[in-house]
């Protein structure tokens, strides 16, 4: 969603910071974007809806500046105009912002009964003029921070320039990540340090409530309290972090491709040393039931969760989705583990649900890609997938290293408890060992995936169906499809047909599914021969070599529970991957999505 960068230098022109450090976030989700610079001793703000290099092309090449913020902006208050798109100035400061002002109305009465008014329709200007009504009020950089922390209920990562200071940029931080890059005479503020790795890998990270003033050798970091913070410089591994798309037409293609290693690379650790090492994974013994929340792909890593702890280990696993989550009676007690799945670590509904949990002082456990996130801040413990950066919108090396990590977790609790055998886990380990030699063929089959791409990517409505694991593998196939090629696609469990949706099933709809379960696939098999009765067209994953002339079938090799679900969604990654590239669409950058949704 929104992007933040902003530069102050001693000797570098900062404009070229600025726009590639926007184009580095681009991949976020955007709709407008602006920037504010310092021009002939004044603040020049040039902005447009739609994308960067659009704003790239209305700069003045000859500009060059050695103060200036940036921005993306994924649209909520108000339309994605130019007028809307931040930089937002208000008589002496400029900001940008990332974040919800959650009291922004009762604020703009308050401004607007103090004679303000207002250019947008959005919460930020109300959030630069109630910075410019305190600075007016105090002459005072520290007593306006700490009034607007003190007024302003929501989220923000903000980036201030104020004319009288010119020689420093200010922000200030509450639930929306900020941090402040270091590098010679030159200091660089983002929303995320991978926008900036092209010019500094060392970088404070801000927490809440708390600001800095950033000029371009010395940063000040300040509690609300006004007190100086000494804060740890951090340093990012930057062969984990390789941005480039390689060979490949579209960064999704990559990252599917990238599975070959990403998955080993998360559990290694945990297997390494053979049950050891899978000792060393937190004991989930103490717990009576354990709760799982996230969104969208990450919700669906962990139903493949709830499966394993429910049917290999015995133990109660119930997944929420973190937007219902806050909002329903949660049943937590001291015996509950609630588990926090995400990629970002940034998403805005996972994180309330995780501080609802916080302040009710129950446990939890965070399963997370992004190092140093704020999801990676707030919980218990903390697991890292190996993911590396996931770049694609949809995401797929993420879900198979969070079912990987998830899945040698639930392994570790079933030694623990008794209902998995020391030789069962030797063959599992074994298996994840070889996953690459697995999933390669998978990999490499195109041209299966291509020819049905081909049957299906003039249709506008598909089905997934499946039963047990199968059902909630292909409610992640279905979203790839949807997200990417806008095809409407839904998935069900197989059983339900029958009950109402068999009634939209036609001649030729494309209903596909998996079966991969020896005690389910008899039925799944039946349910798929009703459907095929009425019209349908049937693409089958199966991994028993099944033989049917009137399905369409993708043998995949047959695997423990464990490993099952990743050789499982490789299919459905690339159907909808080569589905889309027939029907043209933006894969890496669907309509209307962000990478990271920080509004709840
Ligand atoms: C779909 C997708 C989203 C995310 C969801 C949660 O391909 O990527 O559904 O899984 O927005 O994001 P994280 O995992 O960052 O919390």
């Not at 530069?7 to 407008?32: H, M, Q, V």
């Not at 998995?420 to 041209?447: A, H, W």
């Not at 596909?512 to 696939?521: C, E, F, K």
Request: include cysteine; glycine fraction near 4%; aromatic fraction near 8%.
């Amino acid at each position: 969603m929104c992007g933040i960068v902003g530069a102050i230098s001693k000797n570098r022109n900062i404009l070229p910071i600025l726009i590639t450090g926007l184009k580095n976030l681009e991949y976020r989700g955007y709709d407008s974007a602006g920037v504010a610079y310092l021009k002939n001793n004044k603040i020049n703000i040039v902005k447009t809806s739609g994308k960067v290099s659009k704003l790239e092309n209305k700069l003045n090449k000859s500009d060059e500046s050695n103060i200036g913020i940036a921005h993306t902006r994924w649209a909520t208050h108000g339309k994605a105009t130019s007028v809307n798109a931040h930089p937002h100035r208000v008589n002496h400061i400029t900001i940008v912002h990332n974040g919800i002002i959650e009291n922004f109305k009762e604020i703009k009465e308050m401004l607007e009964n103090n004679n303000y008014s207002f250019k947008s329709s959005t919460d930020t200007e109300v959030g630069c003029a109630l910075l410019n009504y305190y600075y007016e009020k105090f002459k005072d950089v520290d007593k306006t921070i700490k009034a607007f922390m003190d007024k302003v209920m929501g989220s923000y990562a903000i980036t201030m320039i104020i004319d009288s200071d010119l020689d420093n940029l200010y922000v200030l931080k509450k639930e929306s990540p900020l941090v402040i890059g270091i590098s010679d005479n030159t200091n660089i503020v983002a929303s995320d340090i991978r926008a900036i790795l092209k010019y500094t890998n060392k970088y404070y990270i801000l927490d809440d409530f708390e600001y800095a003033k950033i000029s371009s050798n010395e940063v000040i970091i300040k509690s609300i309290k006004g007190e100086i913070l000494n804060k740890e410089l951090h340093t990012l591994d930057l062969k984990d972090n390789d941005n480039s798309k390689g060979h490949y037409k579209h960064y999704m293609l990559k990252e599917i491709m990238e599975q070959k290693t990403t998955i080993l690379k998360t559990v290694l650790p945990f297997i390494e040393e053979g049950i050891d090492s899978l000792m060393t994974l937190p004991d989930l013994t103490k717990y009576k039931e354990i709760f799982i929340v996230g969104c969208g792909t990450a919700y669906h890593a962990g139903l493949v969760a709830k499966y394993l702890f429910e049917e290999v280990t015995n133990t109660r696993c119930s997944v929420y989705l973190a937007s219902e989550y806050r909002y329903q009676n949660n049943f937590l007690s001291k015996d509950t583990l609630t588990i926090f799945i995400s990629q970002s670590g940034e998403t805005a509904d996972t994180i309330a649900a995780l501080k609802l949990v916080k302040s009710k002082g129950y446990p939890t456990l965070g399963i997370i890609n992004v190092e140093n996130s704020t999801i990676s801040y707030l919980v218990d413990t903390c697991l890292y997938t190996k993911a590396g950066s996931e770049i694609a919108v949809a995401s797929t090396k993420a879900y198979t290293a969070q079912v990987a990590l998830l899945s040698i977790l639930v392994h570790s609790h079933g030694l623990r408890n008794k209902t998995i055998s020391r030789d069962n886990t030797i063959e599992v380990i074994d298996e994840f060992k070889s996953i690459e030699k697995l999933i390669t063929p998978l990999l490499n089959d195109k041209d299966t995936y291509l020819s049905i791409a081909k049957n299906i990517y003039k249709e506008e409505d598909i089905f997934y169906i499946g039963r047990g694991l199968d059902y909630y593998l292909s409610m992640e196939g279905a979203l790839k499809l949807k997200e990417i090629s806008y095809i409407h696609s839904e998935s069900y469990a197989a059983g339900e047909l029958k009950h109402g949706t068999i009634s939209l099933i036609k001649k030729n709809t494309p209903v596909i599914a998996s079966a991969t379960n020896s005690n389910l696939n008899a039925k799944t098999i039946s349910n798929l021969k009703e459907v095929l009765a009425r019209g349908a067209d049937i693409y089958l994953i199966c991994d028993d070599n099944y033989k049917d002339d009137t399905f369409t079938i993708v043998n995949i090799p047959r695997a423990s529970e464990f490993v099952k679900p990743i050789l499982v969604i490789i299919p459905y990654q690339l159907i909808a991957y080569y589905t889309a590239t027939l029907r043209g669409t933006d894969i890496d950058k669907p309509k209307n999505l962000a990478k990271s949704v920080t509004v709840e």
